[in-house]
């Protein structure tokens, strides 16, 4: 159960796009279509952002999208907003009822 | 609405147990799956446990295979964690999560907004 390799920071302009990657292996991210994301806010909960790689839960905004290509998943947020600044996890299914999340990815707003 | 309220985290010693505890309103409980999910402190996510909705099927992360016991009460529509042999660090806030069908093996939602274990001397 190795952690999917996330980038630790990313970031971009009010407006502007940023993508996170997210890679695993066969047996995880490249094995499953429940590749999911999670926007996580100072001192909160986790939010579902994306579930199976690239749908969006009611409330999410559009801005958010998911695709996954081979072993590596990847979240777009477009038209960056000041309240998208957070901390973003990936997460996928690795099979025998076993999950695997990625280590953060933290998004700054310039 | 979707309530997850954990409960049963504080100061333990290493070595020593500590049961968690997660009651559940807003929704049938006994048609999903349940989950652990800890996070150290400035640390990212971390997948502790999951158990689907009948308890046949449980997976654990790695680091607390052997010690650490998921289990639900679907009378009392609540998920637990056992955790024994607890180590410095398993300390972590131990956030507890739906899943949206019965088998665990999908993505987490909503989530608790956890409860905190120390591990300390």
């Known amino acids: 159960q190795s952690a999917l390799t996330q980038p630790p920071s990313a970031s971009g302009s009010p407006g502007q796009s940023v993508t996170i990657s997210c890679t695993g292996t066969s047996s995880d991210v490249g094995a499953y279509n429940y590749v999911s994301w999670y926007q996580q806010h100072p001192g909160k909960a986790p939010k579902l952002m994306i579930y199976e790689v690239n749908k969006r839960p009611s409330g999410v905004p559009d801005r958010f999208s998911g695709s996954k290509s081979g072993n590596t998943a990847a979240l777009t947020v477009s038209g960056l907003q000041a309240e998208d600044e957070a901390d973003y996890y990936c997460?996928?299914?690795?099979?025998?009822?076993?999950?695997?999340f990625g280590g953060g990815t933290k998004v700054t707003v310039l | 609405e979707v309530q997850l309220v954990e409960s049963g985290g504080g100061l333990v010693q290493p070595g020593r147990s500590l049961r968690l505890s997660c009651a559940t309103s807003g929704f049938k409980f006994n048609d999903h799956a349940m989950h652990w999910v800890r996070q150290g402190p400035g640390k990212g996510l971390e997948w502790v446990s999951s158990?689907?909705?009948?308890?046949?099927?449980?997976g654990y992360g790695d680091s607390v295979k052997g010690r650490f016991t998921i289990s639900r009460d679907n009378a009392k529509k609540s998920l637990y964690l056992e955790m024994n042999s607890l180590r410095v660090e398993d300390s972590a806030l131990y956030y507890c999560?739906?899943?949206?069908?019965?088998?665990?093996?999908?993505?987490?939602?909503?989530w608790g907004q956890g409860t905190l274990v120390t591990v300390s001397s």
């Open positions: 999560a739906k899943g949206p069908s019965p088998m665990a093996r999908a993505w987490f939602d909503p």
């Open positions: 997460s996928s299914y690795a099979g025998n009822n076993n999950l695997v």
């Open positions: 158990i689907s909705w009948d308890g046949g099927d449980i």
